[in-house]
């Protein structure tokens, strides 16, 4: 009987250790970006590392939300930075879509202002925020975990951009994470930091966390 009660629980033990070892697999899409004249604003050039993706007018895109209650924006996927920001209220980013924090019940913000800085001399500045985070835009069954982001306040490189999701490593210097891959890992909702970018047709994709999804390792 002992021996029995042994065996069930380490079976119990496998079946709820297994069920966490899940994968976070969420659709994205290829948007195109409305031409501006190259004399007011500077386009973005910084693109991500998939084939499909080969004019400067394209950008993989993920629905992502922020907030209590949750407001929800086209985040660009960046495979070659590390922070996670979105456009604020009253930033001076030329979308029309921001984030306002005054609606959100469950903000952190400590004002901690960061210059984030990308290729050719871009740069974002804003100030740091920790709030419930939503991927792939339903609140209702993707609440994923409390996140560390930037609040962008000012830039005068980026256009048509609402949020951006990088998915590198934050530097050691660094106290708190801002890459996506690495807060959903420290937080164990991932065990793995890795991540798959995959094309089903020109327009849409599949991005996925935590494992490389079977169909790709066989492919």
Same mark, same amino acid.
């Given at each position: 009987?002992?021996?029995?009660?042994?065996?069930?629980?380490?079976?119990?033990?496998?079946?709820?250790?297994?069920?966490?070892?899940?994968?976070?697999?969420?659709?994205?899409?290829?948007?195109?970006?409305?031409?501006?004249?190259?004399? *007011?604003?500077?386009?973005? =050039? &910084?693109?991500?590392?998939?084939?499909?993706?080969?004019?400067?007018?394209?950008?993989?895109?993920?629905?992502?939300?922020?907030?209590?209650?949750?407001?929800?924006?086209?985040?660009?996927?960046?495979?070659?930075?590390?922070?996670?920001?979105?456009?604020?209220?009253?930033?001076?980013?030329?979308?029309? *879509?921001?984030?306002?924090?005054?609606?959100? =019940?469950?903000?952190?913000? *400590?004002?901690? &202002?960061?210059?984030?800085?990308?290729?050719?001399?871009?740069?974002?500045?804003?100030?740091?925020?920790?709030?419930?985070?939503?991927?792939?835009?339903?609140?209702?069954?993707? =609440?994923?975990?409390?996140?560390?982001?930037?609040?962008?306040?000012?830039?005068?490189?980026?256009?048509?951009? &609402?949020?951006?999701?990088?998915?590198?490593?934050?530097?050691?210097?660094?106290?708190?994470?801002?890459?996506?891959?690495?807060?959903?890992?420290?937080? !164990?909702?991932?065990?793995? =930091?890795?991540?798959?970018?995959?094309?089903?047709?020109? !327009?849409?994709?599949?991005?996925?966390?935590?494992?490389?999804?079977?169909?790709?390792?066989?492919?």
């Amino acid at each position: 009987m002992i021996s029995k009660r042994i065996s069930l629980f380490i079976l119990l033990t496998l079946t709820i250790s297994l069920s966490f070892q899940q994968e976070l697999k969420f659709p994205f899409y290829i948007e195109d970006r409305p031409q501006r004249p190259s004399s *007011n604003l500077i386009s973005f =050039k &910084e693109l991500p590392e998939a084939p499909v993706v080969s004019s400067e007018d394209k950008r993989a895109c993920i629905d992502m939300c922020f907030g209590n209650k949750p407001q929800c924006f086209k985040m660009e996927i960046q495979t070659g930075s590390f922070y996670m920001w979105v456009a604020e209220l009253n930033s001076d980013l030329r979308v029309d *879509n921001k984030f306002d924090s005054s609606k959100s =019940k469950s903000i952190e913000r *400590n004002r901690t &202002e960061l210059l984030l800085e990308y290729q050719d001399d871009k740069n974002i500045v804003g100030y740091t925020a920790k709030d419930d985070l939503y991927i792939g835009g339903s609140e209702e069954q993707n =609440k994923v975990f409390r996140g560390n982001f930037v609040l962008a306040t000012r830039s005068d490189s980026f256009s048509q951009t &609402e949020g951006m999701i990088g998915l590198g490593y934050t530097p050691s210097s660094y106290e708190e994470k801002y890459s996506l891959i690495e807060q959903l890992y420290e937080q !164990k909702i991932i065990f793995h =930091k890795v991540f798959t970018q995959s094309f089903t047709t020109s !327009k849409k994709g599949e991005l996925t966390f935590g494992k490389i999804p079977d169909k790709i390792v066989n492919d």
